[in-house]
């Protein structure tokens, strides 16, 4: 959360919880040693879908950088360079 305060984007991430009513306030429902990692397809697919010809560099570049594994720590980016992660997306 701390991290997506400095990045400016809480505001819209609050707009979100405005319009949902969801509680409580925060984009982590997973203890940070809990050793989660992206549902493989799932990724793939995404990934697939920030790569097409429409979506801006910007929007692309942003999903890989500011998009977090549970650890709060590590990004897509990173995630995705670790040996053997690519083979398996």
């Known amino acids: 959360?701390?991290?997506?305060k400095q990045r400016g984007t809480w505001p819209r991430y609050?707009?979100?919880?405005?319009?949902s009513g969801l509680e409580p306030r925060t984009c982590w429902d997973w203890?940070?040693?809990?050793?989660?990692k992206?549902?493989?397809c799932y990724?793939?697919?995404c990934l697939l879908s920030s790569q097409r010809a429409d979506?801006?560099?910007v929007v692309r570049e942003s999903f890989l950088s500011d998009s977090f594994l549970v650890?709060?720590?590590?990004?897509?980016?990173?995630?995705?360079?670790?040996p053997g992660v690519e083979a398996r997306i």
């Open 31 to 36: 203890d940070v040693d809990s050793g989660l």
């Open 71 to 82: 650890d709060r720590r590590t990004t897509l980016r990173e995630y995705l360079r670790l």
């Open 38 to 40: 992206p549902c493989a």
């Open 55 to 57: 979506v801006p560099a």
């Open 14 to 19: 609050e707009a979100m919880f405005d319009a």
């Open 43 to 45: 990724l793939r697919h």
């Open 1 to 4: 959360d701390d991290l997506i």
